[in-house]
Structures are given as structure tokens and as C-alpha cells.
């Protein structure tokens, strides 16, 4: 299976230049790109429906007129409102080539709206004529097939600093952007469709949608054992709050880890022995979790759910034992605001280290990282030297070489205490098999959100690290 890339607005429009550079035809390319919109509207239409397209002074509108010719040759009952006449070019040459219905039309008469006001171009909120179209036509109750990107998000960061589109579904060209992935874009973009149009295919590019493409799970040999499959060691919570440390645990262990310890204080330990089996329990302090991690059977740590006040020295046992190692949650904030000095106990080793904060989290490590969630975890992930997952329903998984995922599988019944422990843990089993960092935690976003999906209503995090995780997994291996 291959990864489906993402690509940026610059460097769909680098793809484009190339293309042209080597010949390609920049008409011929707006004809593909309406082909598809058209056959994806006549597929939402009733023979002879009526179609309202929106057309922008670019070359999205460009499409929108393409599209609302071959629509209208098709017999359906075309008529375009323009915000703008185009200027020159590709856009100019298919608004000419338009010869039906034009001008303002209300909304609700329309079977379907084809938004093609603006792609990735947008360059600043919509106001005025363009702001009113976009609220019209969402408030029509008529469904909104968006032309590349519901007008009004931001192409790169799924950002909408005005209004924007809603649509039922985008046609998109080439490659999904990270607007479409990323929230609020996503909620915009409904279904989203990816066209081929001709370009060559998006290679080495380092932003990918998350999914079995980037990854492989591991397979054990007959022969191995379960030190050989990966021993993990989780710090236990203290005793009033070791619940999230036992969901790391036992996700860990689930995720295919071949022995998991908890490891604390022996009142947290007694806590944890009334709930836990195939887990293991060990007593130990900060110092105790160092020389247990020391062993050779123990291939990954956890350190943070629900860590509590010992979280900095256990994190500081950890990051000094060389092993790789996953932090999260109280070992998380009790780095706030030294993300340096984090980054120097990560780059004292070469093994990978995971970070997997939430928003707050994140804000409290890496005060200074402002932009898109995509961007905010490339420069975290590039400061720290760590694999950084920026957690939610748009997850963002993004290495320090550069490389970044985004995960659109989960579901938002994965909004409940816990989850993130859960993932916390499938991401160190993992580790503990061997898997890459980037690859672990790409691999464990996914799996968590899949989980998610299949649980759906009613979930708990408990779910999550049951049997439906070895569904999840069978599935996919
Ligand atoms: N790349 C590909 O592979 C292919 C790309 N194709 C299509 O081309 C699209 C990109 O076309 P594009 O570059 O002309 O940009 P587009 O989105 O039409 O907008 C630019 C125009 O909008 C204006 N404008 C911007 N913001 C505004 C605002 N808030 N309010 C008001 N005006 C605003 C801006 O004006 P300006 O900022 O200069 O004032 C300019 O006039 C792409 O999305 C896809 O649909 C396909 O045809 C073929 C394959
Ligand atoms: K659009």
C-alpha cells in the first residue's frame, strides 16, 4: 500500500510549474480538473437538475466555468453568478467560453451549488460580495460541491479567518492539501475526492495522510519470546491516580509488547494488583524505575499518565537510560517552558523519544511555537530532536527529519478521559517492537483512531485497550 501524500499550495503549484516547464498544457489541465467536478455534480443530480456555480475572479473560477459548460452540455440547467470577471489567462479564457445563464440567482431554487470562488489562492478573510455569496449559500439548504477547497479555508492550515463554504464534498486535484485534514478546514470539506489530472505522481514529499502506507506492523516469528517481542516499563500514577498508567500498561501490552511492568510505590502497586494480570508489578522510585530500565528485556518506557509529583525525576531516570522512550501528560508539564533543556536530554542519546502532548500541554512545553498545528509540531519536533504527536482529532505526527503525518480516522467519541493514555501506551508497545519512531506513532494514531471508529457510541477508554484493538490489528496486519 503506498502513502498518500499531502501537498502544501507551494508545492502543488512547484508540481504545476514543472509540468508546464516540461510542456504541459495549463488549459488542458483546467479542462481535467473540471471534467471531474462536472462528472462528481452530474452524479448529485436528478436528470435535468439545476445547478448554481459560484465563480471566483481565478483560476478556481477558471474551473467553475469549465465545469458549468460541460454541465450544461450534459442538460442539466446551468447558471453562474460571478464575483468578479478574470483579469487574464486560463480563467479569463473559460469564462469566455461561457455562453449560458449569468448573474445573481438566489440559492435555494439550486439542486446543487458548485463553489468555485476561491482554491489556493485565498489570500485574506472574505468580506464584502464574497462573504455574503458564501453565507447565502450555505444557509440555502442546497448541498455545496467545493471546486479544490471549500472557499474560505485556508489551503495550508485548514484555517477559516473569515467565513468559508460547507460543503458535502470537495473535489480536490493531484493531492489532498493540509487544509482539507486539518480542523476547522475538515469540517468544511465534507466528503473529500482526490482527482488524478494528469500530473506526475507526488514523490518523497515529507507530509503524508496517516495510514497503513506509511507504516508496517510487526509480525512475531514462531520462534520468538516475549522479551523478544519487548519488554516496556510504565510508571505507575501514585495511589489515589493510578488508573492512567494501568490504560498505558495494558495498551501497551495489547499493542503487541511482549511484557509490561508497572512500576511505583508499593501502596500505588497494591492499587494496581487488584486490577491487572498479565501486567506486571515492580516497587521502585525514580532511581529504582533507572536501574530497572537499565535491563537488557526492556526495549521502551513510559513515562506521564497520571505520573504525578514524581514525573521530572522518573522522565530525567528515563531520558538518561538511553532507551526509547514515550513521554507524555505530568511528564510533559513538568518540563514547561524548557523545552531546550529537554531537547539537550533527548539529543544526549540516539534512540527515539515520543512526545504526545495535548493543545495545553503543548503550550505549556513550547510556549513560543505559534502557526498551524502542522507547523507548530515540524518546530517542535525539529527543536526537541523528538517525534512529537500533536494530539486531537486532527492528530499531527511530525519527526525531526522533517517528515509529518496527519490522521483523519478519528472519531470524536475518542474525547474522553483516558484515550490519551491509551494511545500513550500503544505507541510505546510499539517502540518496544523495534518500529521507527516516526513510524510507532504514526502507527499507534492510526490503530487508536480505527479502535475509535469501530467502538463508537458509548466508548470508555477501558474499550479501547480490549479486544477491539486486536481487531484493529488482525485487520491491518
Ligand atoms: N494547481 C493545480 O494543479 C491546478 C489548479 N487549478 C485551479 O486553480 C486554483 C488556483 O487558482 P489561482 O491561483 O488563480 O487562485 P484562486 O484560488 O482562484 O484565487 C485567486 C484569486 O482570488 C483573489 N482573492 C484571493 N483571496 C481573496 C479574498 N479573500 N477576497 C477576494 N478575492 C480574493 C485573488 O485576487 P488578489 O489576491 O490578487 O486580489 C485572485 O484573483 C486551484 O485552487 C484550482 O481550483 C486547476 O485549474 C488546474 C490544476
Ligand atoms: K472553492
Known sequence: MRAQPILSAAAIRAAEAAWFANGGDSFALMQRAAGEVARAAATRLPPGGRVLVLAGPGNNGGDGYVAARLLADAGFAVQVTALAAPGAGDAARAAGEWCGATGPAD?????????????????RPLEGEAERLVLAANASGAPILAVDIPSGVDADTGAVPGVAINAVETMTF???????????????TGRLQIADIGLPPAQGTPLALNGPGLWRLPVPDADTHKYARGGVLVWSGPVLATGASRL????????????????????????????????????????GFGRLAASPKVKALCVGPGAGPQARCVAGAALQSGKPL????????AFAGEAEHLARLIRRHDRPVLLTPHEGEFARLFPGLSGSK???????????GAVVILKGADGVIAAPDGRAAITANAPGWLATAGSGDVLAGIATGMLAQGIPGFEAAAAACFLHGEAGGRLGPGLISEDLCGPVLREVLAALI
Open 248 to 287: 498505558a500498561a495494558t495498551a501497551a501490552l495489547r499493542a503487541g509488547a511482549g511484557a509490561v511492568t508497572l512500576v511505583g510505590d508499593r501502596e500505588a502497586l497494591l492499587v494496581q494488583a487488584a486490577h491487572v494480570t498479565a501486567v506486571m508489578l515492580a516497587e521502585g522510585d525514580a532511581q
Open 326 to 333: 514515550l513521554l507524555d501528560a505530568d511528564a510533559l508539564t
Open 174 to 188: 493531484h493531492t489532498a492539501k493540509p487544509g482539507h485534514l486539518l480542523l476547522p478546514g475538515r469540517l468544511h
Open 107 to 123: 440559492p435555494a431554487r439550486f439542486d446543487l451549488i458548485v463553489d468555485a470562488l476561491f482554491g489556493i489562492g485565498l489570500a
Open 374 to 384: 502542522l507547523a507548530r509540531a515540524q518546530a517542535a519536533a525539529a527543536l526537541s
